[in-house]
T-cell receptor, first 114, second 112 residues
Framework: SAVISQKPSRDICQRGTSLTIQCQVD?????MFWYRQQPGQSLTLIAT?????????ESGFVIDKFPISRPNLTFSTLTVSNMSPEDSSIYLC???????????FGPGTRLTVL | GNSVTQMEGPVTLSEEAFLTINCTYT??????LFWYVQYPGEGLQLLLK?????DKGSNKGFEATYRKETTSFHLEKGSVQVSDSAVYFC???????????FGSGTQLTVLP
């Protein structure tokens, strides 16, 4: 299984600011995903991070609010822009194992917006 | 579209009790099914999986059988421990997109 790290592990931010979350994988992977887990809720897919092209966003999520970069096969960033308290969530990146049809998750970034 | 329906929580059990968490799904094609566990303050860990009908996934004493006829993947454990206290998510992948569809999660608390 892949080893995935995320930075920061948690942050407290002010309304109107932006935060960039980094996701690093210890091996090259084709498919990376970003999920949001609101307090007490399940996980919702934000977007698929595509290497060398624009991310593919799910309904309800837009690039201006959640810009994503994927410069290579081991790294991605998610930015939460112009934050409001409603953005307080855990943000998780995951990678798909191409051979075994599994997904592995990073430890998550716990974001609190005041 | 794909969807996963999980048993409503929270579930509270005494140590050594039998656990069942129900999960049913709707999917196009032939999905792979998963149970993930989230311990307090941690990320998601893959607990077990099954990729075709009648497969049984198992890990750490937990089991789940892929039942195509009832579109179910119920999680069971014969004797729970306090350390099993966590949130359990049923999920599926269907098609080539590799995107996970999650259930709502079930909070399990095991009391000593």
């Amino acid at each position: 299984s892949a080893v995935i790290s995320q930075k920061p592990s948690r942050d407290i931010c002010q309304r109107g600011t932006s935060l960039t979350i980094q996701c690093q994988v210890d091996s090259q992977v084709t498919m990376m995903f970003w999920y949001r887990q609101q307090p007490g809720q399940s996980l919702t897919l934000i977007a698929t991070a595509n290497q060398g092209s624009e991310a593919t966003y799910e309904s309800g999520f837009v690039i201006d609010k959640f810009p994503i970069s994927r410069p290579n096969l081991t790294f991605s960033t998610l930015t939460v822009s112009n934050m409001s308290p409603e953005d307080s969530s855990i943000y998780l990146c995951s990678v798909a194992s191409e051979s075994r049809n599994e997904q592995f998750f990073g430890p998550g970034t716990r974001l609190t917006v005041l | 579209g794909n969807s996963v329906t999980q048993m409503e929580g929270p579930v509270t059990l005494s140590e050594e009790a039998f656990l069942t968490i129900n999960c049913t799904y709707t999917a196009t094609g032939y999905p792979s099914l998963f149970w993930y566990v989230q311990y307090p303050g941690e990320g998601l860990q893959l607990l077990l999986k099954a990729t075709k009908a009648d497969d049984k996934g198992s890990n750490k004493g937990f089991e789940a059988t892929y039942r195509k006829e009832t579109t179910s993947f119920h999680l069971e454990k014969g004797s729970v421990q306090v350390s099993d206290s966590a949130v359990y998510f049923c999920a599926l992948i269907s098609g080539s997109a590799r995107q996970l569809t999650f259930g709502s999660g079930t909070q399990l608390t095991v009391l000593p």
